[in-house]
């Protein structure tokens, strides 16, 4: 079953902060987050792991509550290079990771 | 620096044609992917391999096949093509499923219209 991310969509003057959710029905072993540049392949950007090891950006962070199933991806002080659609993927154990549907974001000037 | 390839960019096929999607990753990984991605869905998993030779049903398997018969390439075989599997398709690869290690490189997409 696919994660719930929310919102689907968001628009974003430069400089402004936003929070990107992502929701599982099930344990999770692994949350990671992908962003896709329009007509570019995804390209990583953070895994968080059970247990709190956490790697990726330098500008974005994020945070994942196990008890919850949750991850929330942050996006502070954002750019115009950070526009783009943002996946995050779910893992539950030894299984294969699964996409939820993706935020579109946009920073405008 | 890691990279993925897919044969083509662009592909246009008639309803019923076999299709062959290509997928080559330089970086001696051990698990490969196809995913397809429509408007709305998100990346929805078609098959995986974790080894050469082996296959794995994703979500959405049906009227598509996979063959790993080298470390390195991945393909995808539409057996008879139809419209509704007009998509973009992606490859992807990852080291292993090891812990921190399952970070997925993806290809550039072939953008796939069936008529």
């Known amino acids: 079953q696919q994660p719930v991310q929310s919102p689907q969509a968001v628009i974003l003057r430069e400089g402004e902060d936003a929070v990107i959710n992502c929701s599982s029905s099930?344990?999770?072993?692994?949350v990671h987050w992908y962003r896709q540049k329009h007509g570019e392949a995804p390209v990583f950007l953070m895994i968080?792991?059970?247990?709190?090891e956490q790697k990726g950006h330098e500008k974005i962070s994020a945070s994942f509550n196990e008890k919850k199933q949750q991850s929330s991806l942050y996006l502070t002080a954002s750019q115009l290079s950070y526009s783009g659609t943002y996946f995050c993927?779910?893992?539950?154990?030894?299984?294969?990771?699964?996409f939820g549907t993706g935020t579109k974001l946009q920073v405008i000037p | 620096d890691v990279k993925v390839t897919q044969s083509s960019r662009y592909l246009v096929k008639r309803t019923g044609e076999k299709v062959f999607l290509e997928c080559v990753q330089d970086?001696?990984?051990?698990?490969m992917f196809w995913y397809r991605q429509d408007p709305g869905l998100g990346l929805r998993l078609i098959y995986f391999?974790?080894?050469?030779?082996?296959?794995e049903k994703g979500d959405i398997p049906e009227g598509y096949s996979v063959s790993r018969e080298k470390k390195e390439r991945f393909s995808l075989i539409l057996e008879s093509a139809s419209t509704n599997q007009t998509s973009m398709y992606l490859c992807?690869?990852?080291?292993?499923?090891?812990?921190?290690?399952?970070?997925?490189?993806f290809g550039p997409g072939t953008r796939l219209l069936v008529l």
């Open positions: 099930k344990a999770l072993y692994s």
């Open positions: 993927g779910t893992r539950g154990g030894y299984q294969k990771v699964t």
């Open positions: 968080l792991l059970k247990g709190g």
């Open positions: 992807a690869s990852s080291l292993s499923q090891g812990r921190g290690e399952e970070t997925q490189y």
């Open positions: 391999s974790y080894d050469v030779k082996m296959k």
């Open positions: 970086m001696d990984h051990e698990n």
